[in-house]
């Protein structure tokens, strides 16, 4: 791809050890759809198309199934992987942050979490605070946890999903006084720091002298461009919460990129679930179900 890539190689961004999250991208976007199940020879073959070498993949798997992200299934014979329940639903809850980004309102107000953990479960504590995080949580005081209003249920069924509601409470809250809310947001959350990220996310994706030569991309070349960009993109989402805007600085990057992000959807998506099929149901017969 010449002109209709992003402005990154593909595949430069994975050029380290850690091929999971790429792994995860892919079973995200196509295993699911193919009863959950990815021959060990498509994945090969999908990760050798982003420029990740045979052996590597193997090794991220191998991780990724004791982390019990994976489970090896064999499917008529073949080798294979599919999804765990958990991450299963792990990905079902993110395609809702990823793809709609709800934006808060100043009318949805606040939830608050505060958590007690005994001494003698301090991994639980370390666990909530990893995911709290994840979800996009700030901190307003030392385990007080904030969030805008409109995650009270995904931050529940988290929570409940983890299997982590016996040790926290989550409140409804509003800002009644004092201070400036829009300074204080500055505090419980680092927006510099994802202002920043959203930064390198316009640099590295933004669009080329000529954005229209992303409408001549090859199905190859779309799913080279997209599927690593996706894979960058979708720890955003997660990263900032929705605050308002009226309490984000001016100019707030973060809608540029996520404009960016849904035009690099809409116009490489699909070729790109084109590529893929198209590798998968070249390995193995297209299944009804397993």
């Not at 960058?232 to 984000?248: M, Q, S, T, V």
């Amino acid at each position: 791809m010449t002109a209709a890539t992003p402005s990154r190689t593909p595949g430069a961004a994975h050029r380290d050890t850690r091929h999971g999250p790429l792994i995860t991208t892919l079973f995200g976007l196509y295993a699911r759809g193919e009863a959950n199940w990815l021959s060990v020879a498509s994945l090969v073959r999908l990760m050798s198309d982003l420029g990740v070498e045979a052996p590597a993949v193997r090794s991220s798997v191998s991780r990724m199934k004791r982390r019990g992200i994976l489970d090896g299934v064999r499917h008529e014979g073949r080798a294979g992987y599919s999804l765990a329940d958990s991450t299963l639903g792990t990905l079902a809850e993110g395609d809702v942050r990823i793809f709609e980004r709800a934006r808060a309102t100043a009318e949805d107000g606040w939830i608050l979490v505060v958590f007690s953990v005994p001494e003698t479960e301090r991994g639980k504590r370390h666990e909530l605070r990893t995911i709290l995080t994840r979800l996009g949580f700030g901190t307003a005081a030392p385990g007080v946890w904030i969030a805008p209003g409109n995650l009270a249920t995904e931050a529940r069924r988290t929570l409940e999903r983890r299997e982590l509601s016996g040790y926290a409470d989550i409140f409804r809250a509003d800002h009644l006084a004092f201070g400036d809310l829009r300074a204080k947001v500055s505090t419980w959350w680092d927006l510099d720091e994802l202002a920043a990220l959203y930064t390198d996310f316009l640099r590295r994706y933004g669009p080329p002298a000529d954005p229209s030569s992303w409408l001549r991309a090859t199905p190859g070349e779309a799913f080279r461009a997209y599927v690593p960009m996706l894979t960058e993109w979708r720890r955003l989402p997660y990263r900032d919460p929705g605050i308002p805007l009226a309490l984000l600085p001016p100019d707030w990057n973060g809608s540029t990129a996520g404009a960016l992000f849904d035009t690099l959807d809409g116009i490489l998506g699909e070729r790109a679930r084109e590529h893929a099929l198209a590798v998968i149901h070249g390995d193995t017969p297209r299944r009804s179900g397993r």
